[in-house]
């Protein structure tokens, strides 16, 4: 535990330091909340695809907070790559602990530093108008919400992990976390009702890890109405992606 905490530790010292990355990471989110949900909200005033009551900007916050964790936790996996160039690695992997405590290391430290991200954007939202209306109540829904932040964080910092433990370049890197974010996100039900989109198009959706991310981010904040699946399928399925890819992080880095 000690060997995990260090590398914690220092994933947390690099967040802080680079204040840069904190304010970067959030530009994205908030330009997307602020105009797109201002934009096109009036477009979808009174629409029927949003339940009675509410305006678009409250129905894209939990996409918009699930795309600032996807894009911090993601290109956490980056931090692997820097380690190589600079041989930080090559003395990490010759001292006597265990490989897969370096992995939980840098997992939970990119969750960490995903979920401060989430919080942030969260409290943005509450000034944007945002409020909870979800059956759980003030308290329940932000254990969920924290929750739902933790899985979202941890299951694509892994899969950064994962991806990195292949990719010899940070050009290479950032190429596939290009390719792979934006489908990911589009994909999700963020910003649209999953229900309008074509059935092969939906199909695509359902196998996306990020899509149960946000609706059960949706559920904690704004119910059961607002949600396209019950909160436990929501959870169990990202909670089993999240061990798959944590696993397949810490094989990869393992045989590399």
């Given at each position: ?18 204040k ?7 530009a ?34 939990p ?28 003395e990490?992997?010759?001292?006597p ?19 401060i ?17 979800s ?40 190429m ?31 196998i996306?890890?990020?899509?149960y991310?946000?609706?059960?981010l ?9 949600a ?17 890819a944590?696993?397949?992080?810490a ?6």
């Amino acid at each position: 535990m000690s060997d995990v905490y260090t590398i914690w530790l220092r994933e947390m010292i690099r967040y802080v330091r680079a204040k840069s990355r904190i304010i970067t990471s959030l530009a994205m989110p908030i330009i997307w909340l602020a105009l797109l949900g201002t934009a096109l909200g009036t477009m979808m005033e009174n629409s029927p695809l949003l339940p009675e009551g509410m305006n678009y900007v409250q129905y894209i916050a939990p996409g918009i907070i699930g795309m600032a964790i996807l894009f911090t936790s993601i290109f956490s996996g980056i931090s692997i790559i820097f380690d190589r160039e600079f041989g930080f690695l090559k003395e990490i992997l010759v001292a006597p602990v265990s490989r897969l405590s370096i992995v939980l290391g840098k997992a939970l430290g990119g969750t960490t530093t995903a979920m401060i991200q989430g919080i942030i954007m969260f409290c943005l939202a509450l000034f944007f108008g945002v409020s909870f209306g979800s059956e759980l109540g003030n308290a329940g829904g932000i254990v969920v919400t924290i929750l739902f932040m933790f899985l979202i964080g941890l299951s694509f910092v892994s899969i950064g992990i994962a991806i990195a433990s292949k990719v010899e370049s940070m050009e290479g890197f950032q190429m596939i976390m290009s390719f792979l974010i934006m489908p990911m996100f589009f994909l999700s039900g963020a910003l649209y009702p999953i229900d309008v989109l074509p059935g092969w198009l939906k199909a695509l959706t359902y196998i996306d890890p990020l899509t149960y991310g946000v609706d059960g981010l949706r559920y904690a904040i704004q119910g059961s109405q607002t949600a396209q699946f019950p909160l436990w399928v929501d959870f169990g399925v990202l909670s089993a992606f999240s061990i798959f890819a944590l696993v397949l992080g810490a094989y990869l880095f393992k045989r590399s």
